[in-house]
């Protein structure tokens, strides 16, 4: 038999016994379901997929949503970081140009103010840099070995975790003022029974000859409270 002739009389014979001949068609029905999937289960893929795709723009959807919260938080912590380097950068520029008005205002230097507002100058830096008291101390020297007669004694003294710092402050430091401060130092020492854990002048004007006294009697000196190390 001819196979194209076959093929021709089914494809005009069929339509018509499968709608006549029910054993037929049930046949050729449960024969196709091995290879084709019916109705119900070909919708029931489809909604699948739906759901599937679905839950994935869901789960994409929900996880943009979580990085722009990350990120929302994110530029608020900087924004609040930059505010506060911000207020903590004029705080310091404020401070700087207080204290430089002061220093620019006081001492021997620019000759418009008294040592003494001068010397509370220098010690209101100190106490602002590092949170320390810079004590002023007033000592009296009945046997004259600082002065070579009886008089008053005045230092300044620093006392933080068990350390004494003993220091001068001043506009203007001579080569006597130096010899003198460490005689005022040691005098202090003999008063208190106590040895003084470090020795600072701060002026912004140490002359030469007396940079070379302090550096041979271990004198720590600094032109401005500023430049102090740690205390």
Known sequence: ?????LKDTIRQELP????????????LTEL???????????????????????????????????????????????????????????AMVAMVQKHDRSIGALGSRWGLQSER??????????EK?????????????????IFGRPDQVELDVIIKNGLLIVCELKSS????????????????????NRQAT???????MIDARAQKVADRLGIETYGDSI?????
């Open 129 to 145: 840099s590092f949170g320390v008291q810079v004590l002023n101390v007033n000592e009296y020297d009945d046997e004259g070995t």
């Open 227 to 231: 430049e102090v190390e740690s205390l």
């Open 16 to 27: 018509g016994m499968l709608r006549d001949d029910l054993e037929l068609r049930n046949y």
């Open 117 to 126: 507002a001068f010397r509370n100058a220098l010690a209101g830096i100190l």
């Open 1 to 5: 038999m001819d196979v194209e002739l």
């Open 198 to 204: 470090r020795m600072m002048v701060i002026s912004p």
């Open 32 to 90: 196709m379901k091995t290879e084709f999937a019916n109705k119900s289960e070909t919708n029931d893929r489809f909604y699948e997929l739906l759901a599937e795709l679905r839950k994935d723009r869901e789960e994409r959807a929900h996880e943009l949503d979580a990085q722009n919260l990350k990120w929302d938080e994110q530029n608020r912590k900087w924004e609040a970081n930059h505010k506060e380097l911000q207020r903590m950068n004029d």
């Open 173 to 192: 430091f001579s080569k006597a003022d130096m010899y003198i401060f460490e005689r005022k130092v040691r005098f202090y020492e003999r008063k208190r």
